[in-house]
């Protein structure tokens, strides 16, 4: 399989606890997205990056929140302190610099906070 | 701020029917506009649109941009239960960042 993998799918936490997420992009994609969407909205993106360059964090959700893509490879995206209003699902997509734009998306990962 | 709005937000018809999806923009060195359909999971790919005017067609799914007037259309004719899902349009800026999505247009095709 050669498309957007996110690792896990699901993620029970209780609140207050840390949260990691993992997204392997397509291998040759350059640029890394993150987004955000719960129940009844569209993707709200959080933050992306260009090879291992963070180019736009300023929509991430609060300081609990952090992304990570240190080889330019696979990405992380950490929650801190997660509280009940974090549970959403978070996907990750990327893409070519010079392509079209379109981005590919991976299959999600649910957070759910207890 | 940038924005995106899509119309209707839900949207229930018959098989067979044609409908007509809505998504109007307003962003920051505009670029181009994207459409996805989000079925239960990942969103996918249907169309990018960076001229005015120009249709793009997949089977019996089309759309059209309108640079001046700001929006966009997704048409789908003959509809099917399979066409059951969200659609989501995406705003480009020159950035070539999709940063502003719409919340989506929620589509139910019934026998």
């Known amino acids: 399989d050669t498309g957007v993998s996110q690792d896990p799918r699901h993620k029970i936490t209780k609140r207050g606890q840390n949260v990691t997420f993992r997204c392997d992009p397509i291998?040759?994609?350059?640029?890394l997205y993150w987004y955000r969407q719960t129940l009844g909205q569209g993707p709200e993106f959080l933050t992306y990056?260009?090879?291992?360059?963070?180019?736009?964090k300023s929509r991430l959700l609060s300081d609990r929140f952090s992304a990570e893509r240190p080889k330019g490879s696979f990405s992380t995206l950490e929650i801190q302190r997660t509280e009940q209003g974090d549970s959403a699902m978070y996907l990750c997509?990327?893409?070519?610099?010079?392509?079209?734009?379109?981005?590919?998306f991976g299959e999600g990962s649910r957070l759910t906070v207890l | 701020e940038d924005k995106v709005v899509q119309s209707p937000l839900s949207l229930v018809v018959h098989e067979g029917d044609t409908v007509t999806l809505n998504c109007s923009y307003e962003?920051?060195?505009?670029?181009?506009l994207l459409w996805y359909k989000q079925e239960k999971k990942a969103p996918t790919f249907l169309f990018m649109l960076?001229?005015?005017?120009i249709e793009k067609k997949s089977g019996r799914l089309s759309s059209i941009l309108d640079k001046k007037e700001l929006f966009s259309i997704l048409n789908i004719t003959a509809t099917q239960t399979g066409d059951s899902a969200v659609y989501l349009c995406?705003?480009?800026?020159?950035?070539?960042?999709?940063?502003?999505f719409g919340k989506g247009t929620r589509l139910s095709v019934i026998a």
């Open positions: 291998s040759e994609h350059n640029r």
């Open positions: 962003v920051t060195n505009f670029r181009s």
């Open positions: 997509a990327s893409s070519l610099r010079t392509g079209t734009g379109e981005l590919f």
């Open positions: 995406a705003a480009v800026n020159s950035g070539n960042t999709p940063l502003v």
């Open positions: 990056f260009q090879n291992e360059a963070q180019l736009e």
């Open positions: 960076t001229s005015s005017g």
